[in-house]
């Protein structure tokens, strides 16, 4: 059967290969076409669309590139219709898919979507068009079967897939001189607003308790190293690329851009902090939209601050360094970090995500051909 994916943004990308690997062990005669990244183009199947010509976020942002996203979403429709896929799956990416959802239901084709758009955090509005326009719903925390339950859509929860990625054997070196590793974010302005405040970070550490302590920056896959590059210039602050889960797993502490990466780092059992700053105008729209008392997925699960997130003027190098000292010099702080952790882990469950969502995917495009 023929599959039109869409992936927005790096963490889609990263869990559309995983789930192209699983619908071609269901269905071998699996044909794809995506948009995605180097992931996705790993896995096969024909690149229709780059996300990370389009991966923006914040008001003046979205605004500024109104123009880009209409033509994208223009193109991505005229493709559908072109290659007459089975089933179109969407990944996360809200603002575009939706889009594509009702479009591809009004001519005809399945739509599946794969990791829901967290409207329980924050436009609760758009369940209605979740129930409209998508055939099935993929979730992949266990709350929110009964969220969207309670919203009469009848989601499948398959588990989350980060529990497989992360617990796929990392490199640990023992011998590698302590450091904190900082995730930037993603996308180019969060970069713009992180390494600023991570620059500063060093100036303060060097005369700090951690100041024996090196800076390893995770270079996302989204972004060229020139993004970097024109912060580090006369840093000792060290980029690497394409080994963020290594960078995470070996370090002594984490600094992260509020996201996927936060996530995963609690599965992979490291004490961090989560930092976030974006435009005045975004942040007051998105502080009356949001819905939750956290910003950090694991935060919201587990419904308690198990780490702290610094949030707009807070998101500053004097108290990122305070809440560092505190993660590597105080064992109990890291103790009850790693308890919850383990709570965590617990209750997203056992792996397979990926498999189970394709399985059902699968069997439901068998049912309505059978038909």
């Not at 995983?18 to 005669?29: W, Y």
């Not at 991966?55 to 123009?67: F, I, N, Q």
């Not at 509005?125 to 992949?140: M, Q």
């Not at 910003?295 to 998101?315: G, H, M, T, Y």
């Amino acid at each position: 059967m023929k599959y039109y994916i869409i992936a927005g943004e790096a963490s889609g990308d990263l869990h559309g290969a995983g789930l192209m690997r699983a619908l071609r062990s269901c269905d071998p005669q699996a044909v794809f076409r995506y948009w995605g990244g180097e992931k996705m183009a790993a896995e096969g199947g024909t690149l229709a669309g780059d996300y990370r010509e389009g991966a923006v976020m914040g008001v003046k942002e979205v605004l500024g590139k109104a123009g880009r996203f209409l033509h994208r979403l223009s193109v991505c429709k005229t493709d559908i219709a072109a290659w007459a896929p089975d089933a179109v799956i969407l990944i996360d990416y809200p603002g575009f898919n939706l889009r594509i959802a009702r479009f591809a239901s009004r001519i005809g084709i399945k739509v599946f979507w794969y990791i829901a758009p967290k409207v329980w955090a924050t436009r609760e509005g758009r369940v209605r068009k979740l129930r409209r326009w998508v055939n099935r719903l993929f979730v992949i925390f266990p709350f929110e079967k009964d969220y969207f339950s309670r919203h009469g859509i009848d989601a499948s929860y398959v588990g989350n897939p980060l529990v497989d990625i992360t617990g796929r054997d990392t490199a640990v070196d023992e011998t590698a001189s302590p450091y904190i590793a900082l995730l930037p974010g993603s996308r180019r302005m969060e970069v713009s607003r992180t390494m600023p405040v991570f620059l500063e970070l060093e100036k303060k550490m060097a005369s700090s308790p951690l100041k024996d302590y090196r800076l390893v920056v995770a270079a996302a896959d989204s972004l060229d190293d020139a993004v970097y590059e024109e912060y580090l210039s006369g840093s000792s602050m060290e980029l690497v690329r394409g080994d963020t889960y290594s960078v995470l797993k070996n370090a002594a502490a984490a600094v992260i851009d509020s996201g996927t990466a936060s996530l995963e780092a609690a599965l992979l059992s490291v004490p961090q902090v989560v930092v976030y700053a974006m435009d005045p105008l975004s942040y007051r729209l998105a502080r009356l939209m949001l819905k939750t008392k956290y910003i950090s997925l694991a935060n919201i699960i587990l419904d308690k601050p198990v780490f702290e997130e610094l949030i707009q003027q807070d998101c500053n190098a004097a108290r990122i360094l305070a809440v560092l000292e505190k993660l590597v010099n105080d064992e109990d702080c890291r103790s009850a970090m790693l308890e919850d952790y383990a709570s965590l882990r617990r209750q997203l469950g056992e792996g397979g995500a990926a498999e189970r969502a394709a399985s059902e995917m699968v069997s439901c495009l068998k049912a309505t051909i059978e038909e």
